[in-house]
């Protein structure tokens, strides 16, 4: 099977941020491959060990992207094409995936696997609209995949349960965190992936202008979210304070 | 879009023969929205049932009710959901169409916006109109921070956590409208299976008033019957964090934070959770928290309305006896 699986450079979320009129700043500037799309690389690389195929990775970044491309391969992928772009704080899910659909549309795969959504905005988006610009069945928030001839199994976490199904190849499916723990790449994968081949594409290559990139949502800015104050804290005896506890939940709090 | 009367659609999700409580909190917010700029709000259906929840649905002021009824949608697939949806947003030319967040709408919601070229919020925690478009407040960073964000289009789909708005009823008459589908097999393109470990009568998180959450300090069966307990007392939903399902111990749809489900209940438990970033995006936005937990310094207590520092063995019995007592 042919793999395409589409990732992202992201903001570590982990690390301290802050905001200064209102423009988020992250204090050291670690920027990581998107967890769900480490599961989307991983995935790719179990169904390539079973059955055989190829694992290409396409990531659509500045030139720092191809750092965390690098991972991609030294996790064992096969090959990488980097999508240069001069900037990315304007583009939105939808940029991203007119791209993406223009990169694909006269490309052969069997499937094409993306994270189901950006660590850093959660929106989640982009596997859907590129699905639908290429007219291809998908499936979103996959939980496992198995591979059959011409079919990809999809197990998708849904709102009240799990539900399998099986997509004709080629399919979309957007893959979540669950599915699996990405590998961390061993010394001889990081080796290999100084050698294994990385295409950079530029945009007007893929006969694309700014123009056809205006994404038309716009971060206006930051604001802290609105401060939770830590409440009252109990400490002491267990059967006093869980009583204690239980009377304030129905005579200051409302709630029981 | 102030300057002229328009539509505002909002999608009602049906959850086992019932209107979602969520899709209900947000039409009560767009009815709010549409009279105080003169614009009309509507509602579409899609369900194997859909012309029965009219009468639910124009209690909450709703003009117009678009009915999609199929055998098709029993089970949730994307194919016909996006098919219909794609025929209403056609007819009803909405200049906002605003869905409840949930693992269904996140499936569909980037098609429709590209198949409709339309502008897209997803998973907003508050949403206004401006002149050409929609102002909302996203959470971002895990939930750490909030985006102001715009969207500026004819169309603008949305997409709201649940627990945003509170619900107002404003009870109307609506016209009906019945949409004419039908879908061959030939336009199926995925084949839904099988449902696996639906999770049968436990309560839905999304819609839950009141969650009891386990984490990793909840180590056997033991643990697992006492958060049951609470659960039944105070008619709970029962969730967990990440931990914990993939242990296997939840099952995965139980799952709040970042990756599972985002709740706001009235009230939420954590017992045995020490409040990872990941798990707090999913439930900073409850009403009430509180926080059993034996380390003083878990990142839970920060939260928590009322933090009980204490071994969640010994602190549920009481809690639970205590609860039962007020109850009666």
Do not use: W
Request: glycine fraction near 8%; charged fraction near 25%; aromatic fraction near 4%.
């Amino acid at each position: 099977m042919k793999f395409y699986v589409c990732i992202k450079m992201v903001p570590d979320v982990n690390a301290p941020l802050q905001i200064k009129d209102g423009k988020l700043i992250q204090d050291a500037d670690r920027q990581i491959l998107n967890a769900y799309d480490a599961s989307a690389v991983e995935e790719a690389l179990v169904l390539k060990e079973k059955h055989g195929g190829e694992v290409e990775v396409v990531s659509i970044g500045t030139s720092k992207a191809s750092e965390t491309i690098r991972k991609a391969l030294a996790m064992g992928a096969d090959k990488a094409t980097h999508i240069v772009t001069e900037g990315n704080g304007d583009y939105d899910s939808g940029s991203y995936a007119r791209i993406l659909a223009r990169f694909f549309e006269n490309k052969e795969y069997d499937v094409l696997s993306l994270g189901k959504q950006s660590q850093d905005t959660d929106a989640g988006l982009t596997g859907s609209m590129v699905a639908e610009m290429l007219n291809l069945p998908y499936a979103t928030n996959a939980v496992g995949l198995e591979a059959e001839e011409g079919k990809l199994i999809v197990k998708r976490q849904g709102d009240t349960g799990q539900e399998m199904i099986e997509l004709p190849t080629p399919c979309a499916v957007t893959c979540s965190n669950d599915m699996n723990e990405p590998r961390i790449p061993n010394l001889k994968g990081i080796m290999a992936s100084k050698r294994k081949p990385m295409e950079q594409v530029e945009l007007s290559s893929l006969g694309l202008n700014e123009d056809d990139l205006t994404a038309s949502t716009t971060v206006l800015g930051y604001e802290e979210k609105p401060e939770r104050e830590a409440g009252k804290k109990f400490e002491g005896e267990a059967d006093e304070i869980a009583r204690e506890v239980a009377q304030l939940l129905d005579t200051e709090a409302n709630v029981i | 879009m102030n300057k002229r009367m328009s539509t505002i659609l909002t999608h009602i999700a049906i959850a086992d023969g019932k209107i979602k409580r969520s899709s209900l909190e947000v039409l009560s917010h767009c009815k709010q929205l549409a009279d105080q700029d003169g614009h009309s709000v509507e509602a579409v259906v899609v369900d194997t049932n859909a012309s029965s929840f009219v009468e639910g649905i124009q209690k909450y002021g709703a003009s117009k009710v678009y009915i999609v009824e199929d055998p098709i949608f029993k089970n949730h697939m994307n194919t016909p959901l996006l098919k219909a949806l794609v025929k209403v947003t056609e007819s009803a030319n909405p200049s906002v169409f605003a869905f409840a967040s949930t693992e269904s709408t996140k499936d569909i919601l980037g098609a429709l916006a590209a198949n409709q070229n339309a502008a897209v919020l997803p998973d907003v925690s508050s949403f206004e109109l401006m002149d050409g478009g929609v102002k909302a407040k996203r959470p971002v960073m895990a939930a750490k921070i909030i985006s102001n964000t715009e969207a500026k289009g004819d169309t603008v789909l949305v997409s709201v956590r649940s627990g945003s708005y509170d619900l107002a009823e404003n009870e109307t008459t609506a016209e009906v409208a019945n949409v004419d589908f039908s879908m061959d097999d030939s336009e199926l393109k995925a084949t839904l299976k099988e449902i696996i470990s639906a999770s049968g009568d436990t309560i839905d998180l999304n819609e839950a008033e009141s969650i009891v959450a386990a984490g990793r300090g909840v180590k056997d069966e033991e643990g697992q019957k006492l958060i049951s307990e609470l659960a039944e007392v105070l008619n709970a939903g029962i969730g967990a964090s990440r931990a914990l399902t993939e242990a296997g111990i939840y099952d995965p749809s139980l799952q709040i934070g970042q990756t599972g489900k985002v709740v706001s209940p009235q009230l939420y438990i954590a017992v045995g959770i020490s409040g990872a970033i990941q798990h707090v995006a999913g439930m900073a936005n409850s009403k009430v928290i509180v926080a059993i937990n034996k380390d003083p310094d878990a990142p839970i207590f920060e939260i928590a309305d009322y933090g009980i520092v204490g071994d969640l063995y010994k602190v549920l019995p009481p809690f639970i006896e205590e609860i039962k007592k007020i109850k009666n």
